[in-house]
Antibody
Framework: QVQLQESGPGLVKPSETLSLTCTVS????????WNWIRQPPGKALEWIGN???????NYNPSLKSRVTISVDTSNNRFSLKLSSVTAADTAVYYC???????????????WGQGTLVTVSS | SYELTQPPSVSVSPGQTARITCSGD??????AFWYQQRPGQAPVMVIS???ERPSGIPERFSGSSSGTTVTLTISGVQAEDEADYYC?????????????FGGGTKLTVL
């Protein structure tokens, strides 16, 4: 059974960089698209971006200038960095395994439990 | 940027049929997927590729597609179906690949 677990600070100061890691167990990190998705309190889901096991990335155009996703295949984990955060970046952040075909479809097969990150001084 | 539009809320009585729509210009070209999210939990996919029901999802969940609108139908709604439902799809050109969610629909079982 594939499991994903997010980890990282729950509180980040405005203007700083949010950093999260997703550790994958029960399956190799190869072949699939590895995604970050967030959900502000009481609001809808928002896709942040993904990385293929090869290292190629795709980002939400609205966040692209502030987002970096990287993969560590040797430790079966991938990471998110979101720079220059503001209160609007306060959200539950999920990592998820994506199945799809580049430029065509993508769906989210397995999700982490989510971790709340609050941006506040 | 590309958007998927859902009604904010749908209410039905137990045993009735709930229909939740999702509209988007690229839906004729790209599959839609539906997720159920209960409070405090991660989403779970209930419909794949417009009409396919993943293993373990009850038969009362079904999906359909017509032009720029896809519909999630829950037949014989049960109290446990009360949740938020999100459609999700993609948009692409030669230079980008965007993944989008609808705004979500809160299903209330009266």
């Amino acid at each position: 059974q594939v499991q994903l677990q997010e980890s990282g600070p729950g509180l980040v100061k405005p203007s700083e960089t949010l950093s999260l890691t997703c550790t994958v167990s029960g399956g190799a990190i190869s072949t699939y698209f590895w995604n970050w998705i967030r959900q502000p309190p009481g609001k809808a889901l928002e896709w942040i971006g993904n990385i293929f096991h090869s290292g190629s990335t795709n980002y939400n155009p609205s966040l692209k200038s502030r987002v970096t996703i990287s993969v560590d295949t040797s430790n079966n984990r991938f990471s998110l960095k979101l720079s220059s955060v503001t209160a609007a970046d306060t959200a539950v952040y999920y990592c998820a395994r994506g199945v799809g075909d580049y430029g065509d479809y993508l769906y989210f097969q397995y999700w982490g439990q989510g971790t709340l990150v609050t941006v506040s001084s | 940027s590309y958007e998927l539009t859902q009604p904010p809320s749908v209410s039905v009585s137990p045993g009735q049929t709930a229909r939740i729509t999702c509209s988007g210009d690229a839906l004729p070209k790209h599959f839609a997927f539906w997720y159920q999210q209960r409070p405090g939990q991660a989403p779970v996919m209930v419909i794949s590729k417009d009409t396919e029901r993943p293993s373990g999802i009850p038969e009362r969940f079904s999906g359909s597609s017509s032009g720029t609108t896809v519909t999630l139908t829950i037949s014989g709604v049960q109290a446990e179906d009360e949740a938020d439902y999100y459609c999700q799809s993609t948009d692409s050109s030669g230079t980008y690949w965007d993944v989008v969610f609808g705004g979500g629909t809160k299903l209330t079982v009266l």
